[in-house]
């Protein structure tokens, strides 16, 4: 089994920056891929970006440019660092192990215009 718990959700006016965090603990070899996730009111939960144990990345069209996520094996935590952040980023956004298909309990973020 695997927990992933997330951190630095928040409210922040258009334009600026948060960075996300999600530290994981149990079973790390669930850290194989990893994601980040939203989900905005009234909307189906969408893939944000994620990352392979080697690096690789996939982004959603709508935040390439402006969010990197990244991750430190040896500390077994997961980053998203979100800039330029629009009013239609707000939402809660979730930490994902992929290959074990565990979820964390979400963080709210709110981007005022």
């Known amino acids: 089994q695997v927990q992933l718990v997330e951190s630095g959700g928040g409210l922040v006016q258009a334009g600026g920056s948060l960075r996300l965090s999600c530290a994981v603990s149990?079973?790390?070899?669930?850290?194989?891929?990893m994601g980040w996730y939203r989900q905005a009111p009234g909307k189906e939960r969408e893939l944000v970006a994620s990352?392979?144990?080697?690096?690789?990345?996939t982004y959603a069209d709508s935040v390439k440019g402006r969010f990197t996520i990244s991750r430190d094996n040896a500390k077994n935590t997961l980053s998203l660092q979100m800039n330029s952040l629009k009013p239609e980023d707000t939402a809660v956004y979730y930490c994902?192990?992929?290959?074990?298909?565990?979820w964390g309990q979400g963080t709210q973020v709110t981007v005022s215009s």
């Open positions: 990352i392979t144990t080697g690096g690789t990345t």
């Open positions: 994902r192990s992929t290959w074990c298909n565990s």
């Open positions: 149990g079973r790390t070899g669930c850290m194989f891929v």
